[in-house]
Nanobody, 129 residues
Framework: EVQLVESGGGLVQAGGSLRLSCAVS????????ISWFRQAPGKEREGVSC????????KYADSVKGRFAIASDGAKSVVHLQMDSLKPDDTAVYYC??????????????????????WGQGTQVTVSS
Protein backbone atom coordinates (compact mmCIF):
# COMPACT_ATOMS: atom_id res chain seq x y z
CA GLU A 1 0.00 0.00 0.00
CA VAL A 2 1.40 3.38 -1.01
CA GLN A 3 1.88 5.70 1.95
CA LEU A 4 3.24 9.22 2.24
CA VAL A 5 3.71 10.45 5.80
CA GLU A 6 4.75 14.04 6.49
CA SER A 7 6.51 15.26 9.60
CA GLY A 8 8.44 18.30 10.79
CA GLY A 9 5.79 21.00 10.82
CA GLY A 10 5.41 23.41 13.69
CA LEU A 11 5.48 27.00 14.85
CA VAL A 12 8.43 29.22 13.96
CA GLN A 13 9.15 32.94 13.98
CA ALA A 14 9.56 34.87 10.76
CA GLY A 15 13.07 34.46 9.42
CA GLY A 16 13.40 31.02 10.96
CA SER A 17 13.72 27.60 9.39
CA LEU A 18 11.88 24.30 9.36
CA ARG A 19 12.60 21.00 7.67
CA LEU A 20 9.68 18.91 6.51
CA SER A 21 10.08 15.23 5.75
CA CYS A 22 7.95 12.89 3.66
CA ALA A 23 8.43 9.18 4.27
CA VAL A 24 7.44 7.29 1.14
CA SER A 25 6.59 3.59 1.09
CA UNK A 26 5.69 1.14 -1.66
CA UNK A 27 6.32 3.61 -4.47
CA UNK A 28 9.15 3.82 -7.01
CA UNK A 29 10.99 7.12 -7.44
CA UNK A 30 11.82 5.97 -10.95
CA UNK A 31 8.13 6.06 -11.87
CA UNK A 32 6.72 8.80 -9.64
CA UNK A 33 7.76 12.36 -8.91
CA ILE A 34 7.48 13.60 -5.32
CA SER A 35 6.14 17.06 -4.65
CA TRP A 36 5.09 19.43 -1.91
CA PHE A 37 1.89 21.45 -1.96
CA ARG A 38 0.47 23.85 0.57
CA GLN A 39 -2.90 25.30 1.34
CA ALA A 40 -3.63 28.23 3.60
CA PRO A 41 -7.13 28.98 4.94
CA GLY A 42 -9.23 30.71 2.31
CA LYS A 43 -6.57 30.29 -0.38
CA GLU A 44 -6.14 27.92 -3.30
CA ARG A 45 -3.77 25.01 -3.07
CA GLU A 46 -0.30 25.91 -4.31
CA GLY A 47 2.38 23.64 -5.73
CA VAL A 48 5.56 24.43 -3.82
CA SER A 49 8.28 22.13 -5.14
CA CYS A 50 8.87 18.91 -7.05
CA UNK A 51 11.70 16.43 -7.47
CA UNK A 52 12.03 13.53 -9.88
CA UNK A 53 14.56 10.97 -11.00
CA UNK A 54 14.68 12.34 -14.55
CA UNK A 55 14.71 16.13 -14.24
CA UNK A 56 18.07 17.89 -14.16
CA UNK A 57 16.97 20.01 -11.24
CA UNK A 58 14.03 20.34 -8.86
CA LYS A 59 11.14 22.69 -9.55
CA TYR A 60 10.03 25.51 -7.28
CA ALA A 61 7.18 27.97 -7.12
CA ASP A 62 8.36 31.55 -7.61
CA SER A 63 7.14 32.36 -4.11
CA VAL A 64 9.71 30.03 -2.51
CA LYS A 65 12.67 30.11 -4.93
CA GLY A 66 15.90 30.79 -3.12
CA ARG A 67 14.38 30.00 0.27
CA PHE A 68 13.20 26.40 0.00
CA ALA A 69 15.16 23.34 -1.10
CA ILE A 70 13.84 19.85 -1.86
CA ALA A 71 15.99 16.74 -1.71
CA SER A 72 15.65 12.99 -1.41
CA ASP A 73 17.83 10.78 0.73
CA GLY A 74 20.20 8.26 -0.81
CA ALA A 75 17.76 5.40 -0.37
CA LYS A 76 15.01 7.46 -2.05
CA SER A 77 12.57 6.67 0.69
CA VAL A 78 12.38 10.13 2.29
CA VAL A 79 12.00 13.52 0.63
CA HIS A 80 12.85 16.61 2.63
CA LEU A 81 11.77 20.20 2.17
CA GLN A 82 14.19 22.59 3.83
CA MET A 83 12.45 25.90 4.40
CA ASP A 84 14.59 28.92 5.29
CA SER A 85 13.83 32.62 5.70
CA LEU A 86 10.25 31.76 6.48
CA LYS A 87 7.59 34.43 6.18
CA PRO A 88 4.09 34.66 7.70
CA ASP A 89 2.74 34.10 4.16
CA ASP A 90 4.29 30.61 4.27
CA THR A 91 1.77 29.62 6.93
CA ALA A 92 -0.26 26.69 5.58
CA VAL A 93 -0.86 22.98 5.75
CA TYR A 94 1.89 21.35 3.72
CA TYR A 95 1.17 18.15 1.83
CA CYS A 96 3.50 15.64 0.27
CA UNK A 97 2.19 14.14 -2.97
CA UNK A 98 3.33 11.66 -5.59
CA UNK A 99 2.39 11.66 -9.24
CA UNK A 100 3.20 9.46 -12.21
CA UNK A 101 5.98 10.87 -14.34
CA UNK A 102 4.24 9.44 -17.37
CA UNK A 103 5.24 9.85 -21.00
CA UNK A 104 6.56 13.39 -20.54
CA UNK A 105 8.66 12.35 -17.56
CA UNK A 106 9.94 14.27 -14.58
CA UNK A 107 7.77 16.87 -12.88
CA UNK A 108 5.79 17.66 -16.03
CA UNK A 109 2.49 16.85 -14.28
CA UNK A 110 3.42 19.11 -11.36
CA UNK A 111 4.41 22.06 -13.54
CA UNK A 112 1.31 21.70 -15.72
CA UNK A 113 -1.29 21.52 -12.95
CA UNK A 114 -2.18 17.85 -13.01
CA UNK A 115 -3.33 16.39 -9.69
CA UNK A 116 -0.89 13.91 -8.15
CA UNK A 117 -2.01 10.36 -7.58
CA UNK A 118 -1.21 9.96 -3.90
CA TRP A 119 -1.30 12.40 -0.99
CA GLY A 120 -0.10 12.50 2.57
CA GLN A 121 -2.21 13.69 5.47
CA GLY A 122 -0.53 17.09 5.73
CA THR A 123 1.49 18.90 8.37
CA GLN A 124 0.82 22.38 9.73
CA VAL A 125 3.43 25.11 9.36
CA THR A 126 2.78 28.35 11.21
CA VAL A 127 5.11 31.34 10.87
CA SER A 128 4.58 34.12 13.39
CA SER A 129 5.48 37.74 12.66
Amino acid sequence: EVQLVESGGGLVQAGGSLRLSCAVSDLSFDVYYISWFRQAPGKEREGVSCISSTDDSPKYADSVKGRFAIASDGAKSVVHLQMDSLKPDDTAVYYCAAGLQGYMGGCYGFTHGYDPDYWGQGTQVTVSS
